[in-house]
Nanobody
Protein backbone atom coordinates (compact mmCIF):
# COMPACT_ATOMS: atom_id res chain seq x y z
CA UNK A 1 0.00 0.00 0.00
CA UNK A 2 1.25 3.43 -0.89
CA UNK A 3 -0.27 6.83 -0.31
CA UNK A 4 1.10 9.72 -2.33
CA UNK A 5 0.36 13.18 -0.97
CA UNK A 6 0.97 16.27 -3.05
CA UNK A 7 -0.15 19.85 -3.54
CA UNK A 8 1.67 21.67 -0.79
CA UNK A 9 3.41 24.95 -1.37
CA UNK A 10 3.83 28.53 -0.29
CA UNK A 11 0.82 30.82 -0.33
CA UNK A 12 -0.09 34.17 1.14
CA UNK A 13 -2.63 34.47 3.91
CA UNK A 14 -6.13 34.34 2.48
CA UNK A 15 -5.03 32.12 -0.37
CA UNK A 16 -5.98 28.56 -1.24
CA UNK A 17 -4.31 25.24 -1.83
CA UNK A 18 -5.62 21.81 -2.70
CA UNK A 19 -3.83 18.77 -1.36
CA UNK A 20 -4.23 15.38 -3.01
CA UNK A 21 -3.70 11.93 -1.61
CA UNK A 22 -3.63 9.12 -4.17
CA UNK A 23 -3.61 5.49 -3.13
CA UNK A 24 -2.24 2.34 -4.69
CA UNK A 25 -2.90 -1.07 -3.25
CA UNK A 26 -5.86 0.23 -1.28
CA UNK A 27 -9.37 1.30 -2.22
CA UNK A 28 -10.19 4.61 -0.58
CA UNK A 29 -13.92 4.00 -0.71
CA UNK A 30 -13.38 1.16 1.77
CA UNK A 31 -11.18 3.18 4.11
CA UNK A 32 -11.46 5.99 6.58
CA UNK A 33 -9.16 8.71 5.32
CA UNK A 34 -7.79 11.46 7.48
CA UNK A 35 -5.65 14.54 7.03
CA UNK A 36 -3.22 15.39 9.80
CA UNK A 37 -0.73 18.17 10.21
CA UNK A 38 2.25 18.88 12.36
CA UNK A 39 3.79 22.28 12.85
CA UNK A 40 7.24 22.73 14.40
CA UNK A 41 7.07 22.34 18.15
CA UNK A 42 3.39 21.37 18.09
CA UNK A 43 1.43 18.18 18.51
CA UNK A 44 0.26 16.09 15.62
CA UNK A 45 -3.25 17.36 14.84
CA UNK A 46 -6.16 15.71 13.08
CA UNK A 47 -7.48 18.27 10.60
CA UNK A 48 -10.21 16.39 8.75
CA UNK A 49 -11.46 12.85 8.47
CA UNK A 50 -13.70 11.19 5.94
CA UNK A 51 -15.23 8.09 7.49
CA UNK A 52 -15.63 4.99 5.39
CA UNK A 53 -19.40 4.73 5.60
CA UNK A 54 -20.27 8.27 6.57
CA UNK A 55 -20.76 11.01 4.02
CA UNK A 56 -20.29 13.79 6.59
CA UNK A 57 -16.61 14.46 7.19
CA UNK A 58 -15.22 15.58 10.52
CA UNK A 59 -13.29 18.86 10.72
CA UNK A 60 -11.22 20.28 13.52
CA UNK A 61 -12.65 23.51 14.88
CA UNK A 62 -9.54 25.35 13.73
CA UNK A 63 -10.32 24.63 10.07
CA UNK A 64 -14.11 24.31 10.04
CA UNK A 65 -15.65 26.46 7.35
CA UNK A 66 -12.32 26.86 5.54
CA UNK A 67 -11.22 23.32 4.69
CA UNK A 68 -13.16 20.68 2.80
CA UNK A 69 -12.22 17.06 2.22
CA UNK A 70 -13.78 15.02 -0.53
CA UNK A 71 -13.14 11.84 -2.46
CA UNK A 72 -12.92 10.98 -6.12
CA UNK A 73 -13.48 7.24 -6.05
CA UNK A 74 -12.87 6.90 -9.78
CA UNK A 75 -9.36 8.27 -9.27
CA UNK A 76 -8.95 6.61 -5.87
CA UNK A 77 -7.89 9.99 -4.55
CA UNK A 78 -8.88 12.09 -1.57
CA UNK A 79 -8.51 15.87 -1.56
CA UNK A 80 -8.19 18.56 1.06
CA UNK A 81 -9.31 21.91 -0.27
CA UNK A 82 -7.93 24.64 1.94
CA UNK A 83 -9.34 28.14 1.58
CA UNK A 84 -8.71 31.37 3.46
CA UNK A 85 -5.41 30.02 4.70
CA UNK A 86 -3.84 31.54 7.78
CA UNK A 87 -0.22 31.62 8.93
CA UNK A 88 -1.15 29.22 11.73
CA UNK A 89 -2.05 26.64 9.07
CA UNK A 90 1.64 26.35 8.26
CA UNK A 91 2.64 22.73 8.83
CA UNK A 92 3.55 19.48 7.19
CA UNK A 93 0.33 17.81 6.11
CA UNK A 94 -0.12 14.05 5.96
CA UNK A 95 -2.88 11.81 4.72
CA UNK A 96 -3.62 8.51 6.42
CA UNK A 97 -5.97 5.67 5.60
CA UNK A 98 -7.48 3.35 8.18
CA UNK A 99 -8.65 -0.04 6.98
CA UNK A 100 -10.48 -2.85 8.71
CA UNK A 101 -10.38 -6.32 7.24
CA UNK A 102 -10.96 -9.78 8.62
CA UNK A 103 -8.55 -12.64 8.85
CA UNK A 104 -9.14 -16.31 8.02
CA UNK A 105 -10.73 -16.91 11.40
CA UNK A 106 -12.87 -13.83 11.32
CA UNK A 107 -10.50 -11.84 13.47
CA UNK A 108 -10.49 -8.11 12.75
CA UNK A 109 -7.29 -6.73 11.28
CA UNK A 110 -6.92 -2.99 11.50
CA UNK A 111 -4.19 -1.06 9.78
CA UNK A 112 -3.18 2.55 9.24
CA UNK A 113 -1.20 3.67 6.24
CA UNK A 114 0.52 7.02 6.00
CA UNK A 115 1.45 9.13 3.04
CA UNK A 116 4.60 11.18 3.01
CA UNK A 117 4.15 14.71 4.25
CA UNK A 118 3.67 17.75 2.08
CA UNK A 119 4.73 21.17 3.35
CA UNK A 120 2.22 23.99 3.47
CA UNK A 121 3.59 27.43 4.27
CA UNK A 122 1.30 30.42 4.67
CA UNK A 123 2.97 33.81 4.77
CA UNK A 124 1.40 36.80 6.45
Amino acid sequence: VQLQASGGGVVQAGGSLRLSCAASGLTFSRATVGWFRQAPGKEHELVARHLRYNSNPYYADSVKGRFTTFRDNAKNTVYLQMNNLKPEDTAVYYCAADTLDYGPYGEPIAARYWGQGTQVTVSS
